[in-house]
């Protein structure tokens, strides 16, 4: 939604004449519509999931990580 709001205050500026300030704006606004866009698209399937991140990382007993048991 924010990006369709700055798209369309992108427009009005070109409608009103101000091509200069449209351009600067359009460039200020890209990456805020590009990461819309791609989390639009790209934003199904499986989740990110932090808990199993830090899980893993903490080992699968939940002790010490990995890197730091020695036997």
């Known amino acids: 939604v924010v990006s369709l709001v700055m798209f369309t205050s992108n427009v009005v500026f070109i409608i009103q004449g ?4 449209a351009r600067t704006e359009f460039v ?5 519509m590009g990461t819309a866009l791609i ?8 989740r990110l999931k932090v808990t199993r991140i830090a899980r893993d990382a ?3 007993d939940g002790g010490t990580p ?3 048991v020695t036997e």
């Open 18 to 21: 101000h091509n200069l300030p």
């Open 58 to 60: 903490a080992g699968s």
């Open 28 to 32: 200020g606004h890209l990456p805020f």
């Open 39 to 46: 989390l639009i698209l790209l934003g199904y399937g499986q």
């Open 66 to 68: 990995m890197s730091t």
